[in-house]
């Protein structure tokens, strides 16, 4: 982080940078999409071993980010076959972002996809098309097990690991409220 601090000293090496972040992140996305391909969506995408992206939902939330960025890389170039590149990896990663079978992935995904499209006001209707679009490619893509385990979101209250993750939610905003500064390492 200070070595980047030091070299971030005009907008091209911030640019320059937030490319190796999203291109070094996206690799792993894009690598899932296509595994997610080649399995018919039947098996989970993993993040690299050892990696802070190790895990099914991290890797599908650092993909989840990577979406608009990607977006970003591809309104800014000129050249079309890169151009083309970006919009590849965008579908790419969102089979990746579906076939981690992370059922927060699954929520995030549709967040940014109604975040983009609220955000999108010269042209709703057509990227409202183009997202119900692939949203339907995408989702009858995924086999009969995924859309089980996505669907066990509505019965969240019996599953562990969603309860430890909305109580752990509570608890973090009871802190925030009552020490908004803070509560340091006690």
């Not at 608009?68 to 590149?85: A, F, H, I």
């Not at 909305?166 to 009871?174: F, G, L, Q, S």
Request: with cysteine; hydrophobic share 55%.
């Amino acid at each position: 982080c200070f070595v980047s601090l030091c070299l971030l000293t005009n907008v091209q090496r911030v640019r320059i940078l937030l490319y190796v972040i999203v291109l070094s992140i996206a690799f792993y996305g894009v690598k899932g999409g296509l595994f997610t391909l080649a399995s018919g969506g039947a098996m989970r995408v993993w993040g690299p071993p050892g990696s802070a992206i190790e895990d099914n939902n991290h890797l599908a939330v650092a993909t989840v980010m990577m979406v608009p960025l990607v977006y970003w890389m591809w309104t800014v170039e000129k050249r079309k076959w890169l151009r083309n590149g970006y919009l590849v990896s965008m579908v790419l990663l969102c089979f990746s972002i579906l076939g981690s079978q992370s059922r927060g992935a699954l929520l995030a995904i549709a967040a940014m996809a109604a975040a983009f499209w609220w955000r999108s006001k010269k042209s709703r209707a057509k990227i409202g098309v183009v997202i119900g679009a692939l949203a339907i490619g995408l989702l009858a893509f995924m086999p009969a097990e995924w859309t089980a385990r996505m669907e066990t979101i509505n019965d969240y209250e019996h599953d562990g690991s969603a309860m430890g993750r909305i109580n752990a939610w509570v608890v973090a905003w009871n802190i925030g409220i009552r020490y908004p500064f803070g509560v340091g390492f006690n």
